[in-house]
């Protein structure tokens, strides 16, 4: 198990460019998590997928937001016109859906700081 | 929507002392209850869950957690404190019936040990 990796760990742009992060998950994990840490806040659920398919948004993924996983293995996650906003650490989790409970195992996650 | 409210937003204990970190949740249907932690540099992980049964539930290092269901609360305990507790701790909710990986996460406790 060498965990839920991410890339990169830290990404400083300036507002209005586009930014993709990458996220792999334990190999043998079929679901897949971005959630989105703000400062002195806990972690906000963004989207999942199970496999490729991603099966649920939030309403806080806005338009400019975009994530996929065309393999059903690593995970991109897309900002276009970054905002001041979205600085924020971007965690990437991952789970063995199966029906049965199953942990989730995070990443470490990628800083995000837009200036 | 569900909610979660964190208490405390830092804690500072003596080694030895005994803690306990509120959680309250808002959600009128079945619930899953999970504390995660997260040590300085590293990753979020569980400490312990919820799911039914035994409302006295028991994790990982001595902790253990407390679903009440009139409080609407699910409060983290544990007896003597060590140095190596310090961190952040989450309490998380998950609506039933959804992805288990689905949670809304509380504002988070820093909890600081003094040895």
């Known amino acids: 198990d060498t965990g839920v990796s991410q890339d990169p760990r830290h990404k400083i742009t300036k507002r209005g460019q586009n930014v993709t992060f990458r996220c792999d998950p334990i190999?043998?994990?079929?679901?897949l998590y971005w959630y989105r840490q703000t400062l002195g806040q806990g972690p906000e659920f963004l989207t999942y997928?199970?496999?490729?398919?991603?099966?649920?948004k939030s309403r806080l993924l806005s338009d400019r937001f975009s994530a996929e996983r065309p393999k059903g293995s690593f995970s991109t996650l897309e900002i276009q016109r970054t905002e001041q906003g979205d600085s924020a650490m971007y965690l990437c989790?991952?789970?063995?859906?199966?029906?049965?409970?199953?942990?989730?195992?995070f990443g470490n996650g990628t800083r995000l700081t837009v200036t | 929507a569900q909610s979660v409210s964190q208490h405390n937003h830092h804690v500072i204990l003596s080694e030895a002392a005994s803690l306990e970190l509120g959680c309250n949740y808002s959600?009128?249907?079945?619930?899953?209850l999970f504390w995660y932690v997260q040590y300085p540099g590293q990753h979020l992980q569980l400490l312990l869950k919820?799911?039914?049964?035994?409302?006295l539930v028991k994790g990982i290092k001595g902790f253990e957690a407390e679903f009440i269901k009139s409080k609407f609360s699910f409060n983290l305990r544990k007896p003597s404190v060590q140095w190596s507790d310090t961190a952040e701790y989450f309490c998380?909710?998950?609506?039933?019936?959804?992805?288990?990986?689905?949670?809304?996460f509380g504002q988070g406790t820093i909890l600081t040990v003094h040895p």
């Open positions: 989790a991952s789970s063995l859906g199966t029906g049965m409970y199953s942990p989730l195992h």
């Open positions: 190999s043998e994990h079929n679901r």
């Open positions: 997928f199970q496999n490729e398919a991603q099966l649920e």
């Open positions: 959600y009128g249907g079945t619930v899953n």
């Open positions: 919820y799911f039914s049964g035994d409302p």
């Open positions: 998380a909710v998950n609506a039933g019936g959804t992805s288990y990986g689905k949670l809304t």
